[in-house]
């Protein structure tokens, strides 16, 4: 596995990011964390709804400043993105938690999620938070084992309408 480390989106970028978002879209699976569903077609104006986003600048109703990073290799590939949620709402403290993060199709299995969820902690623990909620659905066994290895502490579960059932976890900064 090459080191990897947390990059800002920025337009430097755009061709890494683009080759990750069509694996995304070709793959046909659920794009995880969902700022990677952003239509990348005018990437600048991308880049700007994410900057602005960081900086609570025209969020919908409800939401939270959310800052999100993109993983990179040392060859300047991205190989997964994160959302960090600078703070929780009773939605987030049932089904989504403070980060939210996905491993691009093929680069799964390689360890680059534990990483990537080891380095969006040290990034929410810069953001003046202690403890950090952090969640998956109970049929990702791959994401529970990656908040494992991060310290998680599993607490109650949430179930959704749908009888989905979230496992929410807890890991201290």
């Known amino acids: 596995m090459s080191e990897v480390y947390l990059v800002r989106p920025a337009m430097e970028w755009k061709q890494a990011y683009l080759d990750f978002y069509q694996e995304w879209i070709t793959s046909g699976e659920d794009i995880v964390p969902w700022v990677v569903e952003q239509d990348p077609s005018d990437f600048e104006a ?34 997964g993105a994160v ?4 703070e929780l709402t009773p939605w987030l403290m049932d089904r989504g938690g403070h980060i939210g993060y996905g491993i ?16 969006s902690l040290q990034k929410l623990k810069e953001l003046g938070v202690h ?10 066994v791959a994401s529970a084992k990656t908040i494992l290895n991060n310290g998680g502490k599993e607490n109650e579960r949430f179930i959704e309408e749908n009888g989905n059932v979230i496992r929410r976890f807890w890991i201290e900064l």
Request: with cysteine; aromatic share 8%.
């Open 83 to 86: 959302n960090i949620r600078h």
């Open 46 to 79: 991308m880049i700007q709804w994410l900057d602005d986003h960081s900086n609570g600048i025209d969020l919908r109703e409800g939401w939270v400043p959310d800052t999100t990073f993109w993983l990179a290799t040392a060859d300047r590939e991205i190989v």
């Open 131 to 140: 403890q950090a909620l952090v969640v998956c659905d109970e049929s990702n």
């Open 104 to 119: 691009r199709p093929s680069e799964r299995r390689k360890g680059y999620a534990t990483k990537l969820l080891s380095q």
